[in-house]
Nanobody, 116 residues
Framework: QVQFVESGGGLVQPGGSLRLSCAASKSIFSSYALGWYRQAPGKQRELVATIATTGNTGYIGSVKGRFTLSRDNAKNKVWLQMNSLNPEDTAVYYC??????????WGQGTQVPVSS
């Protein structure tokens, strides 16, 4: 079973930036599409950004143009660069497989409170 470990979160002011990191316990990044998810207080977890094995990325509308997902297969890491953050981005952020059927468990996530 693959374990994902997220890091890089923290309190940020509106308009600020953060770079989240995700490491996997196994060398899987070149074989599977991955995604960054987030769960805001009182809301369901949602998929916000994805990266295919080809390197193609996809984003939900509310983060498009502000978030950038990148991947280093050799290091088994993915990053989520988040710019122009606003309070609506406040959530716990997780990484995992893009395909829901592959998700067996979730990591601890990393908290991103956006507040002045």
């Amino acid at each position: 079973q693959v374990q994902f470990v997220e890091s890089g979160g923290g309190l940020v002011q509106p308009g600020g930036s953060l770079r989240l990191s995700c490491a996997a316990s196994k060398s899987i990044f070149s074989s599977y599409a991955l995604g960054w998810y987030r769960q805001a207080p009182g809301k369901q977890r949602e998929l916000v950004a994805t990266i295919a094995t080809t390197g193609n990325t996809g984003y939900i509308g509310s983060v498009k143009g502000r978030f950038t997902l990148s991947r280093d297969n050799a290091k088994n890491k993915v990053w989520l660069q988040m710019n122009s953050l606003n309070p609506e981005d406040t959530a716990v952020y997780y990484c995992n497989f893009k395909e829901a059927t592959r998700i067996l468990s979730w990591g601890q996530g990393t908290q991103v409170p956006v507040s002045s």
